[in-house]
Structure formats: C-alpha cells, structure tokens
C-alpha cells in the first residue's frame, strides 16, 4: 500500500489529497493540557463524538500522560482508563480509533477491544513485546522519536544536527521493524515535538520536518498546544491556538500527512484551506 493509500481500520486515507486530522482524547487526570477533563468514560464518549463533529478523522485515546517529568502508570492501571472507552466507541463514531501507548498488554487489550492503531512513543524501544505483538495482529503504527523515558527526558538534551539525528533513528528503527515482521507500509512516523527537545530542536524538526517523508513512510505531527509554543509566546497551554495553527500550517507546507491535535474544529478548517493554498487539491467554485 503507498503512502498516499493508508488503512487504518476500514478507512482508507489518501494523504496525497487531504492532511488528516488526529483528535486527542486524553483520559487522564494528569496530561499537560487537558488532564481531569475526560477522565471517566462517559465523559470520554461524549468528547469522542464531539471531535468527529468537529472534523477529527481519527480519535487518539491515551491514559497515561506522557509530558515531561512524569511518573510511569502501571499496566493495569492505564488498561482501567482506556478500555471501557475503546469498548464504548467501537463502531459508534465511524471512525478509526488509535491506542497511545508504549505498553504491549495494554495494546493488546486495546487491539482486542476495537482500536485499530498502535501509536508508540517510545518507537518499540521501551516494551519487548510491542514490536511482535504489532507484527501479530498487522495493524497501523506511529513510531515516535523520544529521548528516552519521559521523566527524564528533558535532563541531558544533546543532539549533534537534530534533523539529520532523528532521520537516522527513524532509518534504524524501520530497520528493526522490518526483522520484527512490521511492514513498512503500515508505518507513520513522528518526530515527537517536545519529547526530548528543547526549543531550537523543536523549530528545527518543524522547519525541516518534510526531509523526514523522504524515507516513505507518512509524517504526523504533534505540535498542539507544546510548550515550545509557549516559549515562543509566553502562554499557558490552554492560550496556545494560534501558534498551533501556525505550527500545522507549517507542517502542511512540507506535506505531513497527519496533525495530531486538541483543537480539532479550528485544525480542520485550517487544514481545508492549506490543503488547497499549497497544493494536495483544487478548490471548488460554490454557487
């Protein structure tokens, strides 16, 4: 399958024609921007629709908070937060639902209960049993760029030429998935924005981020509401829109195929005119 024809579940996304928008339903009562807002599962259903409503192509669901400096949640613990959710959604949104998690029992739970995605942070460096299980059930994957565990993450940040740095953990990491059975066109890959990286290195990625699809595979971006953006700012997360939008449309300039987002109505209209503006499809004339 080409990059430009992606299934995930029974969608099939043509990333040559329309950037697809990545909603993020965090359940958790701790994640940087909205932790505690859709941490029990009717909440969490509630929101689902509500980002379809709003454009969402795919939904993300992840219980454990990933931000830097945070704690690791047990196994049992995330699968309490995620899988009623999953169970709850599946087949009612009428889209793809994504499992954010490093974790392969949870994964494979999540799998079990109607996630169609498997969306690593850790890239299958951080559980052995990811990188198998994936190959297993032949489902979707991000592989994702982190600077090691996300408690640590933002201690010792070195890179020689970021960029070039995360290209070729990319290369060695296809490698690895390759040997583990994981076929390449099932494969998206992320850079991880803010996972390990320091303001420079953020806009680096950004700036450059389109060098990364030269590898085949489709590029997401995850740049919402990143404190990068309040560096550059100076504002909290839930003040961030603008310099999100700015952000997507900047990853949309260089041809990402998938934006991973909290404000998925402002991304999506967004999304409609970039796509145009730069060139994935034509405009049409309305009466």
């Not at 697809?20 to 629709?49: C, Q």
């Not at 198998?132 to 059930?137: D, H, I, N, P």
């Not at 592989?143 to 290369?171: C, S, W």
């Not at 490698?175 to 099932?186: L, N, S, V, W």
Request: some cysteine.
């Amino acid at each position: 399958m080409s990059v430009n024809a992606f299934k995930i579940g029974n969608a099939v996304f043509n990333f040559a024609e329309k950037t697809a928008i990545m909603g993020i339903l965090n359940v958790t009562p701790d994640s940087f921007s909205d932790g505690g807002r859709y941490d029990t599962a009717w909440k969490a259903v509630e929101h689902a629709f509500r980002l379809k409503a709003d454009g969402a192509d795919i939904i993300d669901i992840g219980g454990e908070s990933t931000r830097p400096g945070s704690e690791r949640l047990s196994t049992e613990a995330e699968m309490e937060r995620v899988i009623p959710v999953i169970e709850s959604l599946k087949g009612k949104p009428g889209l793809p639902i994504s499992i954010d998690t490093y974790k392969a029992e949870v994964a494979r739970r999540a799998l079990d209960a109607g996630a169609d995605l498997v969306n690593d942070i850790s890239g299958l460096s951080f559980d052995p049993e990811m990188a198998a299980l994936v190959a297993e059930r032949g489902c979707p994957l991000v592989i994702m760029h982190t600077l090691g565990d996300p408690k640590i993450m933002q201690n010792e940040i070195r890179y020689a030429d970021p960029v070039d740095d995360i290209r070729r953990y990319f290369e060695e990491r296809l490698e690895f998935a390759e040997r583990k059975g994981i076929a390449k066109d099932r494969i998206i890959l992320d850079p991880g924005i803010g996972f390990g990286k320091k303001l420079p290195h953020n806009v680096a990625l950004i700036r450059h981020i389109g060098k990364f699809a030269e590898l085949g595979c489709p590029i997401l971006l995850g740049a919402s509401r990143k404190s990068f953006i309040g560096q550059i700012l100076d504002l909290p997360a839930d003040e961030r829109l603008e310099g999100s939008l700015a952000a997507a449309a900047a990853g949309i300039a260089q041809g990402v195929s998938m934006l991973r987002v909290h404000d998925v109505k402002e991304t999506s209209r967004l999304r409609d005119v970039c796509d145009i503006l730069f060139g994935k499809r034509e405009a049409e004339e309305r009466n």
